[in-house]
């Protein structure tokens, strides 16, 4: 009996080692190549710049070719989405965490200058100006803060993101 449990004994030694070796070669192994992290880092760019761009039109537009903008919207995002999907083999490491992060802050981000530009809007009325467009810069602006988180976010998915 001992002859046979050494025997066991040496072989599962050996199981063991090897389970080590492949788990260590696993945890170490990186399954999302440069490319997906860009890709990804691209798609969340372009995500905050549609969103940008869906804020300014729809807010200069204020209501007049709202249908045309926002069928222009959720077309850019569902061909972004799907580019996305095709192109990337995998998800990277920490993106998703950093997509919802950068993607909950531009939505937020998004809702403040909405109101912001309403107020100014409202700040016209009031003082007689009436319904013209605000000035550029305001809706350039709005876009800026409203993109710069996915923008952001997207630098850092593409460069490697949170390790």
Not at 14 to 25: K, S, T, V
């Amino acid at each position: 009996m001992n002859a046979t449990h050494s025997a066991n004994s040496g072989h599962d030694t050996d199981a063991a080692m090897d389970a080590r070796a492949a788990l260590e070669q696993a945890q170490g192994a990186n399954l999302s190549s440069d490319r997906d992290r860009r890709v990804h880092g691209f798609a969340l760019a372009g995500f905050g710049l549609v969103m940008a761009a869906f804020l300014a039109l729809s807010q200069y537009f204020d209501g007049r070719a709202g249908t045309i903008v926002l069928g222009f919207y959720v077309v850019a995002l569902f061909l972004l989405a799907a580019w996305q999907k095709r192109a990337a083999g995998t998800v990277p490491l920490g993106s998703r965490q950093l997509g919802w992060v950068g993607m909950g802050l531009s939505v937020l981000f998004m809702l403040a200058s909405i109101i912001w530009l309403n107020i100014r809007q409202g700040d016209n009325r009031a003082a007689g100006i009436g319904e013209q467009p605000d000035a550029w810069w305001a809706y350039a602006l709005a876009a800026v803060v409203t993109a710069l988180p996915l923008l952001v976010t997207g630098a850092l998915v593409a460069r490697g993101g949170r390790r």
